[in-house]
């Protein structure tokens, strides 16, 4: 039998946590702040939604779990401990699992840390953002640099793997402030930094305050492309090259259930506004789910299920979705794969143009985005797919 184009990419589960202690200004993500969490409640839907997508996708070895969010490290220990448990039972996990919490210094305690070690997470995904007070609290975040430290040292004793979160590009920021702050990162990550140029997105505090012209001191293109320049070359010469445009690690450090993503895998998206991709019967899904918590909580309660939206996505589109996400990677594109899902190849002559301009260089069947080309990759990607 001919292999499911998933298991290329392998099979993950996400489950969104959708509490903050507070909205960051930057972000879009879905968050919200609540006074008062019934966490019983929480973990009956989860539970419930987790054996429901296990009874449709049965018998898959699933290679990662990601409490994202929002601030997973608000949910109890013992949750996270039943999730995982259950998770175990519902599917056969591979022997090297991966289970990543998403946690803010500001909710960081070493008797929490324990208690999600001791429930099965092994790897930690920190919101540190900056290395900077007066940065610190211009992005909204409740920590300050000094519990940022004493966070990854927490983390650090309790975890295997420690991963950590920084933005650039901030207003005001120079070439040499981004240097001295990224070389202070480097100097106590573990395995793992996401490093990511501060984009606003509207519908957040800052798109609106863009707007109005209220943000002022934001760094122009040319300055924000010589911080990504600096910080290619800065975390490869520390040992943690980019394996994804925004993502560095050691060997063997890099985030399996990002790779999912990435290498066009499969994962089912539990919780609220959670996305999946999911293969049934050859036939592959777009899955989205319940934004509101209480309508989410109220529909797995009441319907049996958390799902808003179930749309197949074409062969067409699966291709044009695995080109997207893996020229990100180092690793490149299988351009084999992409002509199977496609139907057709990429027509040689749009390939040649681009590697003669630099931005691609082809090694075998893989296609992969230069260090001239990753910084222009959406320009890349039409050229390829008009």
Known sequence: METPDWQQGGFGLYIHWPFCEAKCPYCDFNSHISAKIDQSAWLRAYLSEIERVGAELPGRTLGSVFFGGGTPSLMDPSSVAAIIETVRRVWPVSNDLEVTLEANPSSVEAGRFAGYRDAGVNRVSMGIQALNDADLRRLGRLHSVKEAYAAVDVARNAFERVSFDLIYARQEQSLDDWRAELAQALDFAADHLSLYQLTIEPGTAFGARHAKGGLRGLPGEDLSADMYDLTQDLCGAAGLPAYEISNHAADFGQSRHNLVYWRAGDYAGVGPGAHGRITLEGRRFATETHLQPQKWLDAVS???????????????????????????????????RFSVLNGDPI???????LVGLGLVEQNGTRLIATASGRPVLNGVLRALLA
């Open 347 to 353: 027509a040689r002559e749009k390939i040649r143009e």
């Open 302 to 336: 009441i319907a049996g299920t958390g799902e808003s939206l179930r749309a197949e996505v074409s062969k067409r589109e699966q291709a044009e979705e695995y080109l997207m996400m893996s020229l990100r990677l180092a690793e490149g594109s299988d351009m084999a």
